[in-house]
């Protein structure tokens, strides 16, 4: 059988390297006037961003008399002399001393240069970051397009609905923002990209593959600590494909070893990095995220706190903050004894013994968790007193304008959000939903097995999956607040599962539809070009 050609399946005589690059180009320029026409749209600080920012030393400068930071999106980012990441106030607010380490630093710093060449006003400034995500994320769906083994039609339709996903409000806007959830989407792109290089014919384009995904995916498990875990399902794709290793030293090792020894190496290199960047966190730190969990997610969901308290030794007056993180409690409570023996005693680990000590816990907690699933928008966590003086949490959303004067506060943009508004169709349901949301694509997809349309679809389809219940569980038990912003991978990745699904159906029915007319009118049925290959 003969080995079929990309050139084969473009419609013209253009290369199909320069269709991708006008793919790449135009997706890219199409994100820019999404981001800044008719004004410069982003996602606005929650007092965290400095933590991420302070690794160039810079901070946002409001005049005084400004309105809340999280009311409008600041894109100017001044040099302070010594500003430094152990060493820096914003305002009155002490911030936390440990600051983030992430592969979003790589995106800052080639804002920083796009704002010397722009000669934008400031030392660094997020519109310049805006673009170079931008630039990024077209370069990927450009890939895309050309590692695809389907028919033009269908490369520019998956091309498309791939963009269209990007483009919505509570993935794109956090180009222009102090935070690092774009840097995840980046990522999963390009490994995207890497598993259907991977699920090629070819050994070239295995070891291509192997690259593209190994260095991808540790840009994507280093954007932010709720992403670790998707190490594994990276592993397990970088370690599927045999890719032979000509090195007559190598003779001796076992052959299937020997196979994978490529991907083997990948895979330590990401663990490795990953690790090194995610195991900064100070334990003050980690015992104050766990305790969020065991007040704002926990407690909620029984209508007996103090059973739970006691299974963590935890103080009674914690029940009083039901569904609040402790820090909204009055000093002299966190000053406790009671209070630090209960924080020094939690671990994750503690945590996961709770659990199979009281297995019927854990959907409650999963519903709750998966709430914030439907609403995707980002939110700052505070605590506001209600009647009686008692503290509750609250969440206003993170405005996505400027202020330019005319500008109400707290304004979101909602110019194109079709992942946005189909999920708060579905406000208020719960783990189930959610389980749909993922079976329902795997199954329309795994139906078509026998007559697979784009080779890697299942490796792809799979990977997305793991990526979005990997990611889900680590935000559902690792800290309590900001859920929705923390969930905003696993909603990507769900996004591109639905993506990927539809385009696969309809090539596949396509197709059938189209052999089953040919049948009756009698015409020979020469074979796809994208069928000569075997399905993966």
Not at 34 to 42: A, H
Not at 112 to 140: K, N, Q
Request: glycine residues 8%; hydrophobic residues 50%; proline residues 7%.
């Amino acid at each position: 059988m003969r080995k079929p050609r990309i050139e084969g399946l473009r419609p013209s005589r253009l290369s199909a390297t320069v269709l991708a690059a006008a793919v790449g180009m135009g997706s890219a320029v199409l994100l820019m006037l999404r981001l800044f026409v008719p004004r410069p749209v982003g996602v606005a600080d929650n007092y965290d961003g400095v933590r991420l920012m302070c690794h160039l030393g810079v901070d946002v400068r409001m005049p005084k008399n400004t309105p809340r930071l999280r009311d409008y999106v600041y894109y100017r980012y001044d040099h302070l002399a010594h500003f430094t990441c152990h060493k820096h106030m914003l305002g009155s607010i002490r911030l936390p001393d440990v600051p983030y380490q992430s592969s979003q630093v790589l995106v800052l710093y080639a804002g920083r240069l796009l704002t010397r060449v722009l000669r934008l006003p400031g030392y660094l400034d997020l519109r310049a970051v805006g673009v170079v995500c931008c630039l990024l994320i077209g370069l990927a769906i450009g890939m895309l397009y050309r590692v695809l083994t389907l028919r033009h039609r269908y490369r520019l339709l998956l091309c498309a609905a791939v963009l269209g996903v990007v483009a919505d409000t509570v993935f794109i806007d956090y180009a222009v923002s102090p935070f690092s959830e774009i840097a995840s989407i980046i990522g999963l792109l390009y490994v995207v990209v890497g598993v259907l290089l991977l699920a090629g014919p070819s050994r070239r384009r295995r070891l291509a593959g192997i690259a593209v995904t190994g260095v991808s995916g540790l840009f994507l498990a280093t954007a932010k600590t709720q992403n670790v875990p998707a190490m594994l399902p990276l592993a397990l794709v970088l370690l599927a494909p045999a890719v032979p290793v000509p090195v007559a030293r190598l003779r001796g090792l076992d052959l299937r070893l020997r196979q994978r020894l490529t991907g083997l190496v990948a895979v330590v290199v990401l663990a490795a990095g990953a690790f090194a960047v995610s195991g900064n966190e100070d334990k003050r730190t980690a015992q104050l995220t766990e305790a969020n969990f065991v007040t704002v997610t926990l407690l909620p969901t029984t209508a007996h706190p103090g059973g739970d308290l006691a299974a963590f030794n935890a103080p009674s007056w914690l029940a009083n903050y039901s569904g609040a993180p402790p820090w909204c409690a009055p000093p002299s409570l966190q000053d406790s004894a009671a209070y630090q023996r209960f924080t020094k005693g939690l671990s994750h680990q503690r945590i996961l013994r709770y659990f199979a000590d009281h297995p019927t816990r854990l959907l409650p907690v999963l519903d709750r968790a998966a709430a914030y699933f439907y609403v995707p928008r980002p939110t700052a966590t505070l605590c506001s007193a209600r009647p009686g003086g008692k503290q509750v949490m609250v969440l206003p959303h993170l405005a996505n304008y400027t202020d330019n004067g005319h500008t109400k506060r707290g304004v979101l943009d909602t110019r194109w959000a079709p992942v946005t508004d189909a999920l708060g169709l579905l406000r208020g349901a719960g783990m189930g939903t959610l389980l749909l949301l993922w079976l329902v694509p795997a199954a329309a997809v795994f139906a078509t097995r026998r007559h697979r349309a784009l080779r890697g679809a299942g490796a792809v389809l799979g990977l997305l999956l793991a990526v979005a219940a990997t990611q889900f569980g680590a935000s559902a038990f690792a800290d309590g607040i900001d859920t929705a912003k923390h969930l905003d991978l696993a909603v990507f990745s769900t996004a591109l599962v639905w993506a990927f699904a539809a385009v696969e159906v309809i090539v596949v029915l396509a197709r059938r539809t189209w052999r089953r007319r040919a049948e009756d009118a009698g015409i020979p049925q020469p074979v796809p070009a994208e069928a000569e290959q075997p399905a993966l």
